[in-house]
Nanobody, 121 residues
Framework: QVQLVESGGGSVQAGGSLRLSCAASVYIENCMGWFRQAPGKEREGVAAIDNYGTTTYVNSVKGRFTISQDNAKKMLYLQMNSLKPEDTAMYYC?????????????????WGQGTQVTVSS
C-alpha cells in the first residue's frame, strides 16, 4: 500500500523560502505531484514530475517553485522561493495512476495528509 507523508511546511514572510518533502512508503514509478488547497478554494495542482524528470507547473508558480525527486530515497520535494501570501494553503503530495506528467487531480490515486504553508505579508 502506498503511503505518503509530507513535511517541511511552516510560516514565513513574503519573499521567503520553504522546502517541502514527501516520503513514500514504496518506490513509485508513476507521475508524482504537489497540490494545494486554500480555505474556501478548490484544490489546485501546483507541480508534477514523471519518472524521467519531466516537469510541469501551474503558471502562478513558474520560476519560483521547483519540483524534484530522489527515487533511491523514495522522496519528492518542492522548493518554494519568493513566496507570496497567495501561496498560503495546505500542500499535499500525491502519486498518480499513470506515467503521464499532469497536475490533473483526477489522475492521482494516493494522497498524503498535507502540510500547512502560511505566508505573511
Amino acid at each position: 500500500q502506498v503511503q505518503l507523508v509530507e513535511s517541511g511546511g511552516g510560516s514565513v514572510q513574503a519573499g521567503g523560502s520553504l522546502r517541502l518533502s514527501c516520503a513514500a512508503s514504496v518506490y513509485i514509478e508513476n507521475c508524482m505531484g504537489w497540490f494545494r488547497q486554500a480555505p474556501g478554494k478548490e484544490r489546485e495542482g501546483v507541480a508534477a514530475i514523471d519518472n524521467y524528470g519531466t516537469t510541469t507547473y501551474v503558471n502562478s508558480v513558474k520560476g519560483r517553485f521547483t519540483i524534484s525527486q530522489d527515487n533511491a530515497k523514495k522522496m519528492l520535494y518542492l522548493q518554494m522561493n519568493s513566496l507570496k501570501p497567495e501561496d498560503t494553503a495546505m500542500y499535499y503530495c500525491a502519486a498518480a495512476l499513470s506515467f503521464v506528467v499532469t497536475t490533473d487531480a483526477l489522475a492521482y490515486a494516493y494522497w498524503g495528509q498535507g502540510t500547512q504553508v502560511t505566508v505573511s505579508s
